[in-house]
């Protein structure tokens, strides 16, 4: 469990990193909080020849509420965006996700958008991101474009981002009046990857359900208010959609019947705050 | 340190009324511990000119091993040394194993591997970067074999065998017959039977295998520095194997230790290789095992499966007991298995006074990691089958399970007393203790709670488990896996000395040292108390050295820190050799004070006669002066002031003729009450209330024995509701990280209700017994009939197979899982916890002819545009190929050496397109019935995929093997579409808006 050899670059500037990252491309991974990457990096299974990391760029932190949008920048961790003395108010959803985002250690190392960035499909952030229809924006030597979440994450750790491009921000939609929210996890232990998370927005124009932990990326449903058997109907249609797998902690029923029970309790709160 | 009043105290303690054992007092290891400073072995210095290793482990469960290349990793920067089968064959011998088969077993692989992760070569490098540079360039060739991971597969006829010499993997059979169970299983009114399965679990020490070894020079044999605990009879085995006499293996062992908790034993054969490539490297060799390699192939408890049954009376008193046990010890029968068995074979009875036992032990090889010592040893398996027959009882005769219990218990006047397959069991008051938790542990409002929230409608479950807790092994009760008539001939064995030093130095200071290798528990902080009481001294007076060195210290074949035989048989012996130390220095008091040795008083770190206290003299003052004034020494009292006991408890012996065995010095006692609540919702357990009540014999150190009770307390929970190692039905191992082994954290321990009695044993010097390893072995059982009874009667009771988790719990509670409005049930179900069989079937269209599909998959150049992440592709044979493959999903890619073939073609309908690959990630292998189905201007491609993915890949990947094995499959349909398109087209199939449509088209379906 030992990395293979690599060059460390340290990016002092987010122009410092996209530079590096135009250079070096697919060999170059961005290095921020590390808390899945270096992991992968020990068990080498995946060997960059060059990790910029950006831990220390002076322009890549900071949390900013403008136009309609939690503005997370690059070097942000768990912890600094779950300390965000307003982040009930202005994201109530990520307030209730983020203490279920492994441990407070974990939390102070690993960043927001490098759980965005890596895609896993059992993580709570990228659930949350596509659940509130939030974007990223990708940023690279010479450019930078905004992507809508859902058109960002493409599959299992796969995304759309660019080998010379980095998530240098991921912008969650503020809660508007009369939304309710809710976040409602199991996973095998406290801290532990999601066997099953529901992330749910409510609103007038219905309801938003996005479930993380079964297929291979978080996926959102989007319902006007349904009540009684048209829910349960959808609930079922929705767990049966997702193509839920066997695993040695939990069998696709099981997740399927999560879906359908958890799915019903969270809306049902929500009908009745 | 401020020491309150000791409430456990016992007025029946059998020696002398003491200040200091028996008080909670605060541990002496912590201080450096806390700061940073413990020592611990690979902490500590080695030689400038040290190399560090690597080991190259196999990622089949079965395969010969037909070559091995190594010349890649020899020319990698830093590389001194690579060592294989070949050395350790002109080196080495096979280990020794207490049962007579032919089945080697080497310190690596020779012909053939049998785990995942079993080591096939070892890489000495500068540094353990380069070395796992170079480990990654050996090439191994396999010839996979088939595989048996079920222990009643591998039991049966025509399963795979691992040891062809053998003839079966069944290793060893042997059946034992106590009283007349036949006799008594049929007189009896019932007849209560039930199949059980106990799980591979470990525990898990945050330190994993540390060896630093040296060849020296001339034959002076091999030095090693490891984090070895024992027990050191495995030294001889190690000495055998490095074909060298005992005395040319010196063993050293730090102070510190990350935890054991048995665990640490199975470092012998890591040991042994590491001697052997220092040999071959000409330099020190040093190793610190990781994470992967801890979980993946370190060790195990034995997985076992136990049909038991009883014969029961009206009353529910147990007449007989009638146990059919197989044992998985994983793929080589390593020393001391099957011990696993006969640790607990004197005890198979219980707590429980029957005297009719039959017993029919077989001992199962299986494509798993060897299994060796893991905390509660043999106790987790016994008591997982016998307590949950218990509750079987209670439940089948519809009696309260605490009736069962008073009504089986040993009756409290009966101590010692004499089970019938041997255990000798020194002292106890079960029905007393089961009151006491009762009393203490709110049984019965317990049982109101229970009642309100069933009335609820909220299931809520009560458990119990009662177990006798060995301590103490003997060393010879693996004998017992022997013939009457081969033990004759090997000589009867009995092995259990405890070895202590106590000495005083120039200046009166006390020193101590015992032959012990604590794993945390906090021996030395114990031995300062016993050994202060001796001499009248505080406990911070005392030194206590728990390093061990084979060539300097006292040692024998039971020495280690195993079997819960610290409190009783080495703070015994501690205590024996501070006594004779005591009574030698009173005699040479007695000369300078005249008066009797008798009379002479240690007390308040001084020394006077019994009437004479005006007279009395400082303690390091009467016990320096042997050393300056050695004439003064009264006559017949010989220089030097340092004495070592050997302690043995009497009442150890060899197997007797009747396959008797008394497997343990002390016997203590556990009565465990659990109460708990299952979420309807999400089948998640959560214990309300956990009783645990341990007579461990006079306790030496309250605090330290609930700090015991809580880390086995943490453990069983763990074992009972997480812990597995799991296996692919292919052998595949799954559980090679924390995400995967789940050990419960802080967040998931409830703080148990301790309580205590003291029943001493008359058996052990200090009355104590060991407390360590009880609820390793209670809690599995209690908290699997508190869900039991949870459930409810109607749950099937041999479908509560630990660990129960949340999946399992929710399926036996009932899920509905209707099909979606409109379309039939389409996935088709599966075994649970089968893992990664993966098997995918489906279909895609193809904007192409069958004719345009055919012709890609037939000629080379375009299948390897088609086959995702294909470098080269060269012709091996007829539609065979040699691929160089990258594969993977997201920034997690793996190379593979790889074979592709077409057969069963039959053009253009169908063929089956297989491929197989290995690389440092591990092994992949995917065989395919591709289908051609004309339809209109598609063509209907169907699939039917089995993949086997094996090695470091599946051990850390589970989670996500099913989804990227499907992503590949994706990759592969897409192209192979793309590329006869554009063939058909004869131009680029670049039309994204189409392809875009089609992609969602390609959703696979299983």
């Known amino acids: ?273 | 340190m401020v020491n309150p009043p000791n409430p456990f105290a016992s007025e029946a303690a059998p020696v002398p009324s003491t200040r200091w054992t028996g008080l909670p007092v605060e541990r002496r290891e912590d201080a450096a511990l806390l700061t940073g400073t413990g020592r611990f072995a690979d902490d500590l210095g080695v030689l400038p000119d040290t190399l560090h290793a690597a080991f190259v482990r196999s990622p089949h469960a079965h395969a010969r091993v037909n070559g091995i290349d190594a010349s890649a990793a020899l020319a990698s920067a830093g590389v001194r040394a690579v060592l294989t089968g070949e050395d350790v064959k002109r080196w080495g011998a096979p280990f020794v194993v207490g049962v007579k088969a032919p089945m080697q077993h080497w310190c690596l692989a020779l012909d053939k591997v049998r785990y995942v992760g079993e080591p096939v070569a070892l890489v000495v490098a500068e540094n353990r970067y380069l070395a796992e540079d170079a480990a990654d360039l050996v090439r191994v060739e396999y010839a996979p074999l088939p595989v048996t991971v079920d222990i009643e597969h591998a039991a049966a006829n025509g399963a795979p065998l691992l040891h062809d010499a053998v003839g079966s993997n069944v290793i060893s059979d042997r059946s034992f017959v106590y009283g007349d169970p036949d006799a008594a299983f049929a007189a009896a009114p019932h007849r209560v039977r039930l199949k059980v399965r106990y799980p591979r679990n470990s525990c898990t020490p945050i330190e994993g295998f540390v060896a630093v070894a040296e060849h020296l020079a001339g034959d002076d044999g091999y030095d090693v520095l490891s984090n070895f605990m024992g027990p050191f009879s495995l030294h001889a085995v190690m000495a055998l194997a490095l074909k060298v006499t005992s005395n040319k293996l010196r063993l050293r062992m730090p102070r510190d230790s990350g935890g054991s908790f048995g665990v640490k034993q199975a470092i012998f054969p890591y040991l042994v290789a590491i001697c052997l490539a220092s040999r071959k490297a000409g330099a020190p060799v040093k190793w610190v095992e990781d994470r992967l390699e801890h979980l993946v192939a370190a060790t195990s408890a034995t997985g076992r499966v136990s049909t038991i049954e009883a014969a029961v009376e009206r009353d529910g008193r147990i007449l007989a007991l009638a146990y059919d046990q197989l044992d998985d010890v994983g793929g080589y029968l390593r020393a001391p298995e099957p011990a696993t068995f006969y640790r607990m074979h004197g005890c198979l009875t219980g707590a429980y006074d029957v005297q009719h036992l039959r017993v029919r032990n077989r001992v199962v090889v299986t494509n798993k990691t060897p299994a060796g010592l893991v905390r509660g040893f043999g106790g987790p398996q016994v008591y997982f089958a016998l307590e949950r027959l218990i509750n079987r009882i209670a439940v089948e005769l519809n009696l309260d399970p605490v009736g069962v219990y008073l009504r089986n218990f040993v009756p409290r006047n009966a101590f010692p007393y004499r089970a019938p397959a041997g255990a000798l069991i020194d002292s106890g008051d079960y029905q007393g203790a089961l009151e006491l938790a009762s009393v203490e542990g709110g049984l019965a409002d317990l049982r109101k709670r229970r009642d309100q929230a069933r009335a609820e409608g909220r299931l809520y479950g009560i458990g119990f488990a009662a177990i006798v807790e060995p301590s103490i092994s003997s060393m010879g009760y693996i004998t017992t896996v022997m013939s009457r008539e081969a033990r004759a001939k090997a000589g009867p064995k009995s092995g259990a000395i405890a070895t202590a030093t106590v000495g005083v130095d120039p200046l009166g200071g006390v020193n101590v040292s015992v032959a012990s290798v604590p794993q945390g528990q906090g021996h030395i902080t114990v031995l300062t108390q016993v050994v202060a009481d001796v001499f009248g001294l505080r406990p911070g007076d005392i030194a206590v050295d728990v390093e061990l060195d084979t060539r300097k210290d006292a040692w024998s074949v039971a020495s280690g820190n195993y079997s819960s035989r610290f409190a009783g048989a080495v703070a015994g012996a501690a205590h024996l050799a501070a006594i004779r130390l005591r009574a030698k220095l009173a005699v040479i008091a007695a000369a300078q004070f005249g008066c009797h040795e008798g009379d002479i008083v240690f007390e308040n770190a001084r020394v006077f006669p019994r009437s004479e206290p005006a007279r009395a003299v400082a303690f390091t003052r009467m016990a320096s002066g042997p050393h300056w004034a050695p004439a003064l020494l009264p006559p017949g009292v010989e220089p030097g002031l340092r004495e070592t006991a050997f302690w043995t408890p009497e009442v150890l012996a060899a197997p007797d003729e009747q396959d008797r065995i008394n497997t343990s010095a002390a016997y203590g006692f556990v009565f465990d009450i659990c109460g708990l609540e299952i979420d309807r919702a999400t089948g998640k357990v959560r214990v309300d209330r956990y009783v645990t009540t341990h007579d461990a014999g006079t306790l030496l150190n309250p605090a330290l024995a609930d700090g015991q009770i809580r880390g086995g307390f943490a453990q069983g929970l763990g074992a009972a509701l997480m812990e597995q190692f799991a296996y692919a039905p292919d052998g595949a191992f799954l559980s090679g990280t924390f995400a995967d082994y789940l050990v419960p954290t802080a967040m998931d321990v409830p703080e148990p209700v301790i309580v205590h009695m003291q029943t001493p044993s008359p058996f052990t010097p200090l009355g104590a017994k060991g407390l360590g390893e009880g609820n390793n072995m209670s809690t599995p059982a209690c908290i699997a009939n508190a869900i039991a009874d949870a459930l409810g009667p109607a749950v099937d009771p041999e479908s509560i197979v630990l660990p129960m988790t949340p999946s399992k719990i929710l399926a036996l509670i009932g899920m509905p899982d209707p099909p979606p409005a409109g379309r039939a049930r389409s996935d088709t179900p599966r075994r649970p916890g089968s893992g990664q069989a993966l098997v995918m079937s489906g279909a895609v269209e193809l904007v192409a002819s069958p004719e345009a599909v055919f012709a890609v998959l037939l000629d080379p150049a375009a299948l390897a545009s088609v086959i995702p992440g294909c470098h080269e592709l060269k012709a091996v044979g007829e539609n065979r190929y040699a691929a160089e493959l990258t594969l993977g999903i997201g920034l997690v890619k793996a190379r593979y050496a790889a074979e592709v073939a077409l057969s069963e073609i039959d053009p253009p309908r169908s063929l089956r397109l297989a491929g197989r690959g290995i690389g440092s990630l591990g092994a992949i292998e995917g065989s395919g019935k591709v289908k051609l189905v004309p339809a209109g201007s598609f063509t209907r491609l169907e699939y039917e995929y089995e993949v086997a993915v094996s090695g470091k890949i599946a051990a850390v990947g589970g989670r996500m093997l099913e989804g990227a094995a499907r992503v590949i499959l994706d990759q592969l349909f897409e192209r192979l579409g793309r590329r006869a398109l554009r063939r058909k087209e004869g131009g680029p199939g670049e039309r994204a808006g189409f392809w875009q449509r089609l992609l969602r088209v390609l959703r696979m379906t299983r």
């Open chain 1, 1 to 273: 469990m030992k990395p293979a050899a690599f060059d460390y670059i340290r990016a002092d500037t987010a122009d410092e990193a996209v530079a590096a990252l135009a250079e070096y491309g697919d060999d170059a991974r961005i290095l921020a909080g590390g808390q899945s990457l270096m992991a992968i990096l020990n068990m080498r299974l995946a060997q960059p020849k060059v990790l910029i990391d950006i831990h220390r760029t002076g322009d890549l932190s900071g949390i900013e509420a403008r136009s309609d949008r939690l503005r997370v920048r690059a070097a942000v961790t768990q912890a600094g965006l779950e300390r965000h003395p307003r982040i009930e108010s202005l994201v109530p959803l990520l307030a209730q996700a983020l203490p279920h985002i492994g441990h407070f250690q974990t939390r102070n190392r690993g960043t927001v958008c490098g759980s965005i960035a890596h895609a896993d499909p059992g993580a709570e952030l990228p659930l949350c991101l596509a659940t509130l229809g939030g974007e990223v924006v990708l940023r690279s030597k010479n450019a930078r474009r905004t992507m809508a979440a859902q058109d960002f994450f493409t599959g299992m750790l796969q995304t759309a981002r660019t080998p010379e491009e980095m998530v240098e921000e991921v912008c969650f939609p503020l809660a508007c009046d009369g939304e309710h929210h809710g976040f409602i996890e199991v996973s095998m232990r406290h801290g532990d990857f999601a066997v099953v998370a529901l992330a749910a927005v409510a609103g007038a124009d219905g309801i938003r359900l996005g479930v993380g932990g079964v297929a291979d990326r978080a996926q959102v449903a989007r319902w006007p208010r349904l009540r009684g058997a048209a829910l349960d109907e959808a609930l079922n249609q929705l767990a049966w959609d997702l193509g839920a797998q066997d695993d040695q902690h939990a069998s696709a029923a099981y997740r399927r019947h999560l879906v359908r029970t958890l799915g019903r309790q969270l809306i049902d709160k929500m009908d009745a705050p």
